[in-house]
């Protein structure tokens, strides 16, 4: 299964699932990453933190670590 840091620069996925637990899990729901919403991927940072992405009309900026918890397809 795919994660969002996995994504390219430039592609639209829809999330399949969120995983970890607790409050990150809760964080990141918050922030409206829940399952069967798309996400575009705007830009990667060099180092590859954060990752910028578009969700429900807003840009967000999410950690490299989080981004490793959203299953995408």
């Known amino acids: ?13 829809k999330v399949s699932k969120v995983t970890g637990g607790g409050p990150v899990k809760r964080r990141i729901m918050d922030m409206g990453i829940t399952k069967g919403v798309e996400v575009f991927v ?3 940072a060099p180092l590859g933190d954060p990752v910028e992405v578009t969700v429900r009309g807003y840009e967000l900026s999410i950690r490299k670590a989080d981004a490793e918890m959203i299953c995408v397809e």
């Open 42 to 44: 705007r830009k990667v």
């Open 1 to 13: 299964m795919k994660t969002l840091r996995e994504t390219a620069c430039g592609q639209t996925v």
